[in-house]
């Protein structure tokens, strides 16, 4: 079996193909921030499950908003 004069490159030409073969990038933009939001006052309680998120109430749910929103 010889080996092919010419690099097949056919399936590259296609953006649809190289997008599909191409390394995956993530970025803080592809990322969704668990925010919960519990009916009260002055709530700000720690969700068990997850260690580090919390359940806010809509009167402090700006503290956590104003962190998130430096990322």
């Known amino acids: 079996m ?3 004069v010419h690099r097949l490159r056919r ?3 296609n953006e649809n193909i190289r997008r599909l073969v191409r390394e995956n990038y993530i970025s803080v933009d592809d990322l969704i ?3 919960f939001i ?4 002055n709530i700000k ?4 499950s997850m260690p ?4 806010w ?8 908003l104003d962190q998130v ?3």
């Not at 580090?52 to 359940?55: D, P, Q, S």
């Open 69 to 71: 929103s430096d990322l």
């Open 11 to 13: 399936l590259r030409k």
């Open 38 to 41: 519990e009916e009260g006052q």
């Open 52 to 55: 580090g998120i919390f359940r």
């Open 33 to 35: 921030y668990p925010l």
């Open 57 to 64: 109430s809509l009167d402090r749910v700006d503290e956590e």
């Open 2 to 4: 010889a080996y092919p």
């Open 45 to 48: 309680k720690e969700i068990p």
